[in-house]
């Protein structure tokens, strides 16, 4: 079945640097775009980032954007969030995730309806 391993969170200061990885299994992970997702608490959970099958597109959330870089690697099957200058508001609990079909195209920044395989998630928190 699929699954997906997120890691790289943990406590940062405003300002700094983490970089969150995401191992994929069970399924083709060529074929699909991914994505990241974050659930603040008390808040909604928003798409952040998502990424094409060959890496060529790329979508954000505004908020993000110009701070936070996605990639991907498809000989290791692995997806990345290079999140750069953290503020306070990025913290959350960020979440990998594989869309529901193959064809998603990563047209925009992504919806959760969009997507129905999860990882367990990796916190990150930022704060001085």
């Known amino acids: 079945q699929v699954q997906l391993v997120e890691s790289g969170g943990g406590l940062v200061q405003p300002g700094d640097s983490l970089r969150l990885s995401c191992e994929a299994s069970?399924?083709?992970?060529?074929?699909?775009?991914m994505a990241w997702f974050r659930q603040a608490p008390g808040k909604e959970r928003e798409g952040i980032s998502c990424i094409s099958t060959s890496g060529g597109r790329t979508n954000y959330l505004y908020s993000v954007k110009g701070r936070f870089t996605i990639s991907r690697d498809n000989a290791k099957d692995a997806v990345y969030l290079q999140m750069n200058n953290l503020k306070p508001e990025d913290t959350a609990v960020y979440y990998c995730?594989?869309?529901?079909?193959?064809?998603?195209?990563?047209?925009?920044?992504?919806?959760?309806?969009?997507?129905?395989?999860w990882g367990q998630g990796t916190q990150v928190t930022v704060s001085s």
């Open positions: 995730a594989a869309p529901i079909l193959s064809g998603y195209g990563c047209y925009a920044p992504p919806l959760s309806r969009d997507f129905n395989s």
């Open positions: 069970g399924f083709n992970f060529n074929y699909y775009a």
